[in-house]
């Protein structure tokens, strides 16, 4: 084992053995005789021959722990289990939580450390036994092993008992939790809806809404649950607050407000509607409804009037699209708007593309340089080929 790993663990070594060596001073001084530990040294010997495992066992061993070899080991076991060595990693912070000299801090660290490990190495069950307990204790890690807790539950889908975790994290951290907490709800309430249990589907989305009330997903789920029940207007009124709650989020309510606003024979309020949004952000797909909406209520060329209209303001290529499927229509006026379009769109797009990229890192841009400016290689910057280039 080479590299960053052995290296730590070499100046562990000589940490470790300064710390015998002062103890061993001491005692030198008090009976007059001593030596630096034998088993230090061949602990040492181990690792310079790359025999780590020998080398940890020994230093081990050795060790008398005190306050200041115990951050050492933590550091050197925390090291091992981001190389993914987790067993040596479990291994070093076994050894130390046998120890009784460990302070009472001392062995939270080291317990949550082991969590971590047992983590990673998919022993979830004995990572959450060991962060229960932790977290149930008033102490100043709790809301550390709260938190690696909630991940372990994450990790495993289990939403009820990650929201009673957040739940507590939220009485002493306030508000940043209430957004996590708002999504465990609906995940709940998914499952509710799984198991086509409403009631309970219905509480857990109230719920969400009592941690965030912005919550767009609990807006979408409660939207899709009153319009299933036939509650048109209930449907229609909790979905329109998507638009400020975040109303990039729009898009994905129309499909059943459009067939809410039908079906409670409001079309035209829903056109009065999509006007509003619009002028707030002309998202493409608020856009192509609206068109939709012109379509059937004031005929096909009012509808591509306005499709062509906006697309010249925000041209987007579903935007064009959108506009290509009226291709049935065979007016003039039609297609020479079409063109134009296509042009000013496509001239658009051609200014917006790099013309040379880099082979070696990625960098890309308009203009050709022979040393890339990022990774510093020479003729590694080239013309792009392909759809979007030469
Ligand atoms: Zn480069």
Redesign the pocket.
Known sequence: MPDVALLALVLAAIVIGYFLGWRDQKKRAAKGSGRLSQEYFTGLNYLINEQTEEAIDVFIKAIDLNSDTVETYLALGSLFSKRGEVEKSIRIHQDLLARPSLTSTQSLQVQLALSANYAYAGLLDRAEAILVDLGSQEHALQSQALKQLLRIYEQQNDWSKAADVAERLRRGHGEQYAVLLAHYYCEQSELALQGNDRVTARRLIRQAFSRDKNSVRASLMLGQLEFDEGSYKESIKVLQRISSQNIRFLPLALPVMQKAFEYSGGSRSYTAFLGRCLNERPATAVIIAMTHQLKSESGEEAAIRFLSDQLNRHPTLRGLNELISFRNSDQAVFSEKLLMLIKNLTSRLVDLKPVYS?S????SGKQLHWQ?P??H?WG??QPIQGFEGE
């Open positions: 880099c070696s890192c990625g960098f890339c990022r990774c290689q590694t910057v």
